[in-house]
């Protein structure tokens, strides 16, 4: 391969297990996916399909017990992280690899001001001194919006908004410029007007820096205006992973075909929203064959006897199901959903 096309994250086999009284539940059962310098790859699922499980699994903070990464690699610049010992682990996390998570109030220390939680980091990767990385932290305020941010710098989380909280984790996500960047639901308590200038910013930095980007939203329309691929999650597995354009013009995997037409359409007269029937296996217990079988309106009997493999397609997408393989017997119909 050549070295410029070369993924800077490639994810294989993928699988992060939690062993408890109940059982063993696979949150994450297998997947695959890569990233690319400057591509931004949307997850999308709705909840507990594995989506932060998967992004927690590959800066190693899934934690243990009860929780494993069971099999599997994360190869970041060709270097394995499962394999990676805890120090080496801690040079990469919110340097070269950063997250932005998803509950701000739990990920920032509530007894010390903000600014000194990202001049730590600054100190710690950068090797910045003291002054130099407090101006660094406050120009980082400035930078995702937040006023007068000498002042806020100075304040501790809990004296801070919901907004000003979430802009703070991403101003730590982005403080060293990390070549991967895994946003959590970044714009989740903010405002529309406040979100787009968030994405935005990722977006100017990821166009300067060549930063590549996994986005992980429920959201599809920030899908839409930001990532160049998609992969989309249910029950531990990516049924489908295709380019943005793809996902929303052809999609392939009746799972997705039900994402996009629950969605709310502002040309049409809907009395109510379309609904997928049905609820989302156990990850306790998920069946040996696919698992939307019982909640899709194509199924037939080799749904439910053998789970489908991830497979390429013609046009280059990948998609789980048997409707799109040599087995399937009955007529592959795409369900409209523009």
């Avoid at 499980?53 to 017990?65: C, E, F």
């Avoid at 939307?292 to 493999?309: D, L, N």
């Amino acid at each position: 391969m050549n070295e410029k096309n070369k993924p800077i994250l490639e994810v294989k086999g993928l699988k992060t297990y939690f062993t408890t009284k109940r059982g063993v539940s696979k949150a994450v059962d297998g997947i695959d996916f890569t990233l690319h310098k400057g591509e931004t790859l949307g997850i999308v699922g709705e909840s507990g399909c594995g989506k932060s499980i998967t992004s927690l699994s590959i800066l190693r903070l899934i934690p243990s017990p009860p929780g494993k990464i069971a099999g599997g690699s994360i190869l970041f610049k060709g270097n394995d992280l499962v394999t990676m010992s805890e120090n080496e682990m801690r040079k990469v996390r919110g340097n070269e690899i950063s997250m932005i998570f998803q509950e701000p109030m739990t990920s920032l220390n509530p007894v010390i001001p903000v600014g000194e939680q990202i001049a730590e980091a600054l100190r710690l990767h950068q090797k910045m001194g003291r002054r130099e990385a407090w101006a660094k932290s406050v120009e980082m305020l400035k930078l995702v919006g937040i006023p007068s941010p000498e002042k806020r710098a100075k304040q501790e989380p809990f004296q801070l908004s919901g907004g000003m909280r979430q802009r703070v984790m991403i101003a730590m996500a982005l403080a060293c410029t990390p070549e991967v960047l895994i946003a959590d639901e970044p714009t989740t308590a903010l405002d529309v007007t406040i979100q787009a200038q968030i994405l935005a910013l990722i977006k100017d930095l990821q166009t300067k820096i060549g930063m590549g980007v996994i986005m992980i939203t429920h959201d599809l329309g920030v899908v839409a205006e930001t990532c160049d691929k998609v992969a989309v999650m249910y029950a531990g597995n990516i049924v489908e992973h295709a380019t943005t354009e793809q996902i929303f013009a052809n999609p392939k995997h009746p799972y997705t075909q039900g994402l996009l037409a629950s969605l709310p359409k502002i040309y049409e007269d809907q009395e109510e929203l379309r609904t997928i029937e049905g609820s989302v296996p156990s990850s306790y217990n998920m069946p040996a064959g696919c698992r939307f079988a019982s909640r899709c309106p194509y199924q037939e009997a080799i749904c439910t006897a053998q789970q489908p493999e991830l497979v390429e397609q013609s046009d280059g997408s990948k998609v789980r199901c048997w409707k799109y393989t040599e087995q399937w017997t009955g007529q592959v119909e795409q369900e409209e959903v523009v």
